[in-house]
């Protein structure tokens, strides 16, 4: 339980910190003028509804694992951390071949209604869910609904508040940081903690 939370914590932390999913907010708060405060809170409820889809998704996925759990006497053992393994190959593997995807506001972009924004960017958020951690989804159903719920709130509370921080921290620094870096980098990184959690869940049951 202990490695799944702290993957968990790792990856939802990654992902705060991962540009394409606050930039967007600060880059249109920017443009349209919002204060800092305004910038926040429109990050608050993009977050929301990334978290909201991603949980739902992971809700269902946790489902198979308790159901697998019950039926396969070595889910838990072996198939569930080999899957960590696979998933966290899979992205070190694409990010060879990943492609980047830059936010660019016109500087004669007329003014949107700023209710629109918030809707545009909280469907998108939406339709955009995390799925590198559905894969503790998984895991968390072979320990049951608390632990599906745990990692649930856990992954909402950590990515949310992540958002709004590095919104409200950038405000004003935005040119200061190399954001690309870090983007170029999320693949590997990602990669890197799923492959390492399913090794520990392998010898750590």
């Known amino acids: 339980m202990i490695t799944l939370v702290t993957g968990s914590l790792l990856l939802s932390m990654l992902h705060a910190l991962i540009p394409s999913h606050w930039l967007p907010v600060l880059s249109i708060g920017k443009s349209e003028n919002w204060s800092r405060a305004e910038a926040i809170s429109v990050t608050l409820v993009a977050g929301l509804a990334h978290a909201a889809s991603t949980a739902i998704i992971g809700v269902v996925i946790g489902l198979v694992g308790v159901t697998m759990a019950e039926k396969v006497v070595y889910f838990t053992h072996f198939i569930s951390p080999a899957i960590l393994v696979a998933l966290g190959l899979f992205y070190i593997y694409q990010h060879q071949n990943h492609k980047h995807h830059h936010f660019h506001i016109p500087a004669n972009q007329t003014s949107i209604p700023k209710n629109r924004i ?3 960017l909280a469907i998108a958020m ?6 590198e951690i559905e894969a503790y989804f998984l895991m968390a159903g072979t320990m ?17 508040t992540g958002m709004m921080a590095w919104v409200g921290f950038t405000y004003n620094r935005l040119v200061r940081f190399n954001w690309h870096s870090l983007e170029h980098n999320a693949g590997i990184i990602t990669g890197l903690t799923l492959v ?8 750590i049951h």
């Open 126 to 131: 939406f339709f955009s869910p995390c799925l």
């Open 144 to 160: 049951g609904w608390p632990i599906i719920l745990l990692t649930a709130m856990l992954y909402t509370v950590v990515t949310v």
């Open 196 to 203: 390492v959690t399913g090794i520990i869940s392998f010898f």
């Open 118 to 120: 918030i809707l545009s």
